[in-house]
Each structure stands twice: as C-alpha cells, then as structure tokens.
C-alpha cells in the first residue's frame, strides 16, 4: 500500500490470504507434527512460529513496524470527540471486529466446515468416526486464525506511535 502504492482494500485482501496460506503451513509443519505430544509442547511449538514469523517479518521488511509508515484505513471517517481524535484506524477497528465477530460467528454455526471444525474441537476420534475430515478441518482453523490475526495486526498497527494527520489512504 505504502510502497506501491496499492488502494488499501484491493491490497487487503491478498494480504489476508497469504495469512491463511501461513495458517495453513503452520499447521501442516509443526501443528499436525505435535498431535500426540504433550500439549505444552504444541503451545511452545506455535510459540516458537510466532517468534520466527515476527523475526522473518523484520528481515524481509525493517521498518514494518514503524507505525508512521503504516497506512490507516481509505474511506472511513475520523471524526473529533471533545479533545479527543478518533482516526480511521480505530474507527475501522471499532466496525470491522464486529462484523468479524458475526461473520466468524455466522460461518462455524451455520457451515459445513464451522460444524466439522467445532465437532473436531469437541472430540477427534468421534468427528474423524462421524466422517469429519479432521486434519482438514485443523487447517481451515488455521488458516481463519492467520487471517484473524493479520486483520487484527493490520488495523492495530497504524495506531502504534506517531501517525501523521492526513495517513497513506
């Protein structure tokens, strides 16, 4: 968006694809890995990816967490409330967690998948004896909570630090 000048919500949507795609190599490597370990170890292990992801972020980009650099949000209105300003990045927190929530919600009562992720959940020996794909559904669930998790990471990331009065929109 910054660099290339991308619109902010065309180069959204690549970007949390790609997360799903690191979801999903998370679980396919490491997750799936530590099935019958301890699970401590599987805790440590997605820690240890996460603190590799972080340090592989910085390599391939060092300024990615310069908040000033980061852009807000095009299209959404910030607007003063008393002394205080509210950006377009809270302001797009403020909407989209919310319709996160519902679509997250919507999608694991009301799809096949949702089902399949939350009977694999509950017990895997009976929703792998119900005919549930379980290791498909640990990657789908991956591949949701890298999404999540960039989403989350995009919208906060603007509001880390100095963020100049008209952001990269």
């Known amino acids: 968006v910054v660099q290339w000048h991308f619109p902010y919500w065309v180069a ?7 997360a799903a795609l690191v979801g999903v190599i998370v679980d396919a490597l490491l997750v799936r ?3 019958k370990a301890p699970l401590v170890m599987t805790v440590v292990g ?10 592989l972020a910085l390599v391939i980009n060092s300024r990615a967490n310069a908040a000033s650099l980061f852009p807000q949000p095009s299209g959404i209105p910030s607007f003063q ?7 377009p990045a809270y302001t797009g927190m403020a909407i989209l967690a919310p319709v996160g929530l519902v679509v997250i919600a919507v999608f694991l009562k009301s799809t096949r998948y949702g089902r399949g992720i939350r009977a694999a959940a509950a017990n895997r020996d009976a929703a792998r004896m119900a005919g549930v794909p379980v290791r498909l559904m640990s990657a789908v669930a991956w591949a949701l ?16 630090g100095f963020t100049g009065g008209d952001s990269f929109g």
């Open 46 to 55: 997605t820690l240890a990816a996460g603190q590799f992801l972080a340090l």
């Open 33 to 35: 890995q530590l099935t």
């Open 12 to 18: 959204l949507v690549p970007a949390l694809a790609l």
């Open 81 to 87: 409330f008393g002394a205080l300003l509210i950006s």
């Open 145 to 160: 909570a890298g999404s999540l998790a960039a989403l989350s990471a995009i919208l906060t990331q603007a509001t880390y």
